[in-house]
């Protein structure tokens, strides 16, 4: 059974910094593409990030570029998303997001604004 397990939200002050991981376990995921959306109450998902199996194409919401970066290690079976310069805005559950095609690159992932995999997600409040 295919689980992603996102841990590293909490509550920081706008232009503080978290760093959220998400592990995948019951398969590996080193040539597909993962990558991190978030949600408000009520409302849809939204992409935010992803990054290809090789960690060479990456892909962002223009609301997170130069502020968000993801990355992952696949020794680990893992995805990292270092979020600096915090706004209020960027309050939401970061859910992990991974791929069950190894067809699907980041910018498909963004563009289509939906995946295969999800992980339960992580609170992440930024006050202002």
């Known amino acids: 059974q295919v689980q992603l397990v996102e841990s590293g939200g909490g509550l920081v002050q706008a232009g503080g910094s978290l760093r959220l991981s998400c592990a995948a376990s019951?398969?590996?995921?080193?040539?597909?593409?993962m990558g991190w959306f978030r949600q408000l109450p009520g409302k849809e998902r939204a992409f935010v990030a992803a990054i290809d199996g090789s960690g060479g194409d990456t892909a962002y919401a223009d609301s997170v570029k130069g502020r968000f970066t993801i990355s992952r290690d696949n020794a680990k079976n893992t995805v990292s998303l270092q979020m600096n310069g915090l706004k209020p805005e960027d309050t939401a559950v970061y859910l992990c997001a991974a791929e069950g095609s190894p067809l699907t690159n980041p910018q498909d992932m963004r563009v289509r604004m939906t995946s295969y995999y999800w992980g339960q997600g992580t609170q992440v409040t930024v006050s202002s």
């Open positions: 019951g398969r590996t995921f080193n040539s597909n593409t």
